[in-house]
């Protein structure tokens, strides 16, 4: 879980008093693991100040920020990134114009978690599993592998840096292991034991089932391939219950500068990234209609202030023009 506790932040450009600006006033939000937030709200109420405090980017003035019970405050931003990924509204930002989108793809995959056979590696057999993802993207990624990013469309670029900020966020089992111990409220060695207690049977049984696919003569290089891959993806799927720093998407309206064929593209490919690997994820956007169809809460900020905050069913029932009516009032 995500906590934001009476965060408070005002910026002052000169010094003056007459310039400070209160971008945040006592912010206290709880995030489950597993919510889809969509946050609205007028320019300059707090949004992005909100997703750069979560991040690490800017240092609240007071207030404390905690992930599974644990305080994060005094992590640095780059220290704060395996928990994080972020897209913001720049296409130029996410991802790196004169390189490849193979090249960006294995600067995030280095910078993100060390080896596991479920990210690719770019070994050969990886690099397939890896178009086969650029495909679903449906925006031609794939065929451009080499190409520089930097002649590419913003919601190619976007599409990109959506993948990176994901891949950024698998932990090795190792780690699972680490920060379940670190941020589970349990008693740290239940913790470990707990957590052993599944991986070991999990790991012994996967070891043991590949040996038997491996020694199958009836099946071909391929099938047996496809059949460690099905079991390894078992194995892992026990091993990641465990992870409780998993995936938190921070999204900054990114589909904004985005034409509307392509930001929707985008935005459903998010929708199905999130859902499949079932993210905590906070997507700011000024889209109302966009707000109401995706994710399963709603929070509209206004002047530092949560002036709204909706989920599950209520949020379904919700309209723009609801909305909107809650908008004139506030501002
Ligand atoms: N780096 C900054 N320096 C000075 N003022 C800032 C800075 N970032 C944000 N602000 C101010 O803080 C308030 C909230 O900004 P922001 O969180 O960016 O709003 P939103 O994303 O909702 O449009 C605004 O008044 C904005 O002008
Ligand atoms: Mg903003």
């Not at 931003?77 to 395996?82: G, H, K, T, V």
């Not at 994901?166 to 957590?195: G, Q």
């Not at 059949?227 to 465990?242: G, L, P, T």
């Not at 599950?312 to 909107?324: F, M, N, S």
């Amino acid at each position: 879980m995500l906590s934001l506790r009476n965060i408070c932040k005002t910026f002052n450009m000169t010094g003056a008093k007459e310039d400070e600006r209160v971008a945040l006033d006592h912010i206290n939000l709880d995030i489950e693991p597993g919510e889809f937030v969509t946050i609205i709200g007028g320019n300059g109420s707090g949004k992005s100040t909100t997703l750069n405090v979560v991040a690490g980017s800017i240092t609240p003035d007071s207030g404390d920020i905690l992930l599974n019970g644990e305080s994060i405050l005094k992590l640095k931003e780059y220290q704060r990134a395996s928990y994080f990924g972020r897209v913001f509204q720049d296409p130029m930002m996410g991802t790196s114009g004169d390189m490849s989108v193979l090249e960006n793809l294995e600067i995030a995959y280095r910078r993100g978690r060390v080896h596991s056979p479920f990210v690719w590696g770019f070994k050969k057999e990886n690099k397939e599993d890896f178009i086969r993802e650029l495909k679903r993207f449906d925006l031609g990624l794939e065929d451009r592998l080499n190409q520089k990013v930097g002649v590419m469309s913003g919601g190619q670029r976007q599409a990109l840096t959506l993948l990176m900020a994901t891949m950024r966020n698998k932990p090795t089992h190792k780690m699972v292991r680490r920060d379940y111990i670190k941020f589970s409220e349990k008693d740290k060695s239940l913790a470990a034991k707990e957590f052993d207690d599944v991986y070991e049977p999990a790991k012994k049984e996967y070891k043991e089932k590949c040996k038997v696919i491996k020694s199958d003569k009836n099946l071909t290089f391929e099938q047996k391939k496809q059949q460690i891959a099905d079991i390894y993806d078992e194995f892992d799927k026990k091993v990641r219950q465990f992870d409780l720093t998993k995936q938190i998407l921070l999204l900054d309206e990114h589909t904004a500068a985005l034409d509307p064929k392509t930001a929707k593209k985008v935005l459903e490919l998010t929708d199905k990234i999130v859902k499949e690997n079932q993210m905590t994820t906070l997507m700011v956007t000024h889209n109302m209609k966009d707000a109401l169809t995706y994710g399963n809460r709603l929070i509209m900020f206004n002047q530092g202030h949560i002036v709204l905050d909706v989920k599950g069913e209520e949020k379904k029932k919700l309209t723009v023009e609801d909305l909107l009516k809650k908008f004139d009032v506030q501002i």
